[in-house]
């Protein structure tokens, strides 16, 4: 009799452990699963606005999803900061959170989520590798279609179609676009038709059909306006500028150049802020202030000096954060599958039927816990030895990555100094002819005439020049001057 109170007294300690210290969840919450799924939605809608708000959003979902083990939650959650980070021009940061927010869509079963992760990775790869980006962008739709998700395919056309433009495939392109902008309309997206228009009119620029890119350009960045999409007005304002330039209508090519980069500047999008810093460059080029043009052009060298010399510091960072990252995973993951095994053990204990079975366990109990804690320290002690291991291994990775980096870093700083020097040797020549003939042509002695065709040809020779620098420095095959 004594024995059997004891049994029931355990089995009750045991009981009020499993409920006391066991983050256990049977059912998520409808109420705050629907707040993690706003604070998402309130990232996405201002992403072109507010990048910064998108990521802190973001993460707001990803701590109260991993609260909830909400899986659907914390993958979209990894997908909304990516998209802030991808916005803010930090594309490892971007990278490291849709490979998460991918795992977690998968372990969902959430396809369209996927797709949604393959589209987002298809644009990050934009930039870098046209084929790696449609690879991406095609898996996306290709799930969309087998789906039937009228939305994401037309967003899967307007990323080809943004890739084709890369490539300057600009007939494919706009078919693409012209796919992509029928479908939005049925849809009635508005921020997805100024996307449409805004890269239409990017076709029509580089086609040189000046009036047609103008007005479509012209109606996106009214619209874009209208719905206060910061980044959007950015991107508009600088094709806006070169195609002012290229039609010699300066005092538009300035007007949207200031206005541009006051977004950039609130956006926070020192990218754009270059790309603008360019174009002012062009635009005093054109009006033939070439000392103006002159500072920009030093601008533009320090900004890219200084992005050089950092590229490493930056680059260890990231590396760092994405071990990071990638042990909080693990660790997720490790909660997660305790979760599960905990449900596991409850149920069971829960349809426990008769005393009797609960005697016999607690009987055979002892035995097996003191085998079973055994059995546990052996694989620990298994466990921290793989982990040496795997951190062994990790850090000769590192090493490696960090010596190609470093021979990366010597070689790019070998062709700035390249670059230095053959701007001096080969710009300095005809400014100084320039300046000659300029004296000259204040004392009287040379005919006005002849002065402006030599000016001028001293001009065009800074033109070619210029354009070589610029091919040099945009062609990685080129490795010297």
């Known amino acids: 009799m004594n024995r059997a109170y004891l049994s029931i007294l355990i089995l009750v300690i045991t009981f009020s452990k499993v409920y006391a210290g066991t983050p256990y969840v049977d059912s998520l919450s409808n109420q705050d699963t629907a707040q993690v799924n706003l604070l998402n939605k309130q990232g996405f809608s201002i992403h072109l606005t507010d990048h910064e708000q998108t990521i802190k959003k973001g993460e707001?979902?990803?701590?109260?999803?991993?609260?909830?083990?909400?899986?659907?939650?914390?993958?979209?959650?990894?997908?909304?900061?990516?998209?802030?980070?991808?916005?803010?021009?930090?594309?490892?940061?971007?990278?490291?959170?849709?490979?998460?927010?991918?795992?977690?869509?998968?372990?969902?079963?959430?396809?369209?989520?996927?797709?949604?992760?393959?589209?987002?990775i298809g644009n990050l790869y934009l930039t870098i590798d046209y084929d790696q980006s449609l690879d991406y962008l095609e898996k996306g739709l290709k799930i969309a279609t087998d789906q039937g998700n009228t939305k994401l395919i037309a967003s899967a056309y307007l990323n080809i179609g943004n890739v084709y433009l890369r490539k300057k495939n600009f007939s494919l392109s706009l078919d693409y676009y012209n796919k992509s902008q029928q479908l939005f309309s049925k849809l009635n997206e508005p921020v997805n038709l100024i996307s449409c228009l805004q890269n239409v009119g990017v076709i029509y620029y580089k086609l040189k059909q000046y009036d047609k890119a103008e007005e479509l350009l012209l109606q996106a960045n009214h619209e874009a306006k209208l719905k206060d999409l910061n980044t959007s007005i950015g991107i508009v304002d600088l094709t806006l500028s070169s195609l002012y330039i290229e039609k010699k209508m300066y005092p538009e090519a300035q007007k949207f150049l200031d206005e541009g980069i006051a977004y950039a500047q609130v956006t926070k999008d020192e990218k754009l802020e270059a790309d603008f810093t360019y174009n002012a460059f062009q635009l005093e080029f054109h009006k033939k202030n070439y000392e103006r043009a002159l500072s920009y052009l030093h601008v533009i060298y320090e900004r890219d000096s200084t992005v050089q010399t950092n590229m490493l510091t930056s680059d260890l960072g990231l590396m760092k954060e994405q071990y990071d990252q990638q042990e909080k995973q693990k660790e997720s993951e490790?909660?997660?599958?305790?979760?599960?095994?905990?449900?596991?053990?409850?149920?069971?204990?829960?349809?426990?039927?008769?005393?009797?079975?609960?005697?016999?366990?607690?009987?055979?109990?002892?035995?097996?816990?003191?085998?079973?804690?055994?059995?546990?320290l052996t694989e620990l002690n298994s466990e921290v030895s793989r982990q040496k291991d795997n951190l062994d291994r990790i850090n000769h990775h590192l090493e490696e990555i960090i010596d190609e980096r470093t021979r990366d870093l010597q070689i790019k700083n070998k062709k700035l100094s390249e670059y230095s020097s053959y701007l001096s040797h080969q710009i300095r020549g005809p400014i100084a002819t320039l300046k000659g003939l300029m004296n000259l042509e204040k004392e009287g002695l040379v005919d006005q005439k002849e002065c402006i065709n030599m000016m001028d040809k001293c001009v065009s020779d800074i033109d070619e020049k210029i354009i070589d620098m610029s091919d040099i420095l945009h062609d990685p095959k080129r490795t010297g001057f």
């Open 60 to 120: 707001q979902a990803l701590e109260l999803a991993q609260k909830l083990n909400y899986n659907n939650g914390i993958a979209e959650a990894y997908r909304i900061i990516g998209i802030g980070e991808a916005y803010s021009n930090h594309e490892a940061r971007a990278i490291g959170n849709y490979l998460n927010s991918l795992h977690y869509f998968k372990l969902s079963a959430n396809v369209i989520g996927q797709a949604r992760v393959y589209n987002n």
């Open 334 to 376: 490790l909660i997660i599958e305790r979760q599960k095994n905990d449900r596991v053990k409850f149920w069971w204990a829960v349809s426990g039927s008769g005393l009797l079975l609960v005697v016999i366990a607690l009987l055979v109990g002892n035995v097996k816990r003191k085998t079973q804690t055994n059995a546990r």
